[in-house]
């Protein structure tokens, strides 16, 4: 079994900085993917930024320049370090891992953006 945490949310003043942290702990071979997804109220959970094992990463249009992604592998663990916070940002936040080709949801955590 694989479990997964986040931690790191909580309420900031527009522009200001906020750093999320995800741990898997389990039984893992391998890592293929981690990733943060978003679900604000009313909407779609939508992909937020995501970094392969080899370090590639991408983001959505919305957070590029902003926020930044990184793993360690040798802790399982993956970061999303996220600047210049707008309101809209504001939501519940999700990590993924992708181990051994199955996904693992953390339970989220809550960030708000105070205007």
């Known amino acids: 079994q694989v479990q997964v945490v986040e931690s790191g949310g909580g309420v900031v003043q527009a522009g200001g900085s906020l750093r999320l942290s995800c741990a898997a702990s389990?039984?893992?071979?391998?890592?293929?993917?981690m990733d943060w997804y978003r679900q604000a109220p009313g909407k779609q959970r939508e992909l937020v930024a995501q970094?392969?094992?080899?370090?590639?990463?991408t983001y959505a249009d919305s957070v590029k320049g902003r926020f930044t992604i990184s793993g360690d592998n040798t802790k399982n663990t993956v970061y999303l370090q996220m600047s210049s916070l707008k309101p809209e940002d504001t939501a519940v936040y999700y990590c993924?891992?992708?181990?051994?080709?199955?996904?693992?949801w953390g339970q989220g955590t809550q960030v708000t953006v105070s205007a």
């Open positions: 970094i392969t094992r080899g370090g590639s990463s």
């Open positions: 993924r891992f992708v181990i051994d080709y199955r996904a693992y």
């Open positions: 389990g039984s893992i071979f391998s890592i293929n993917v």
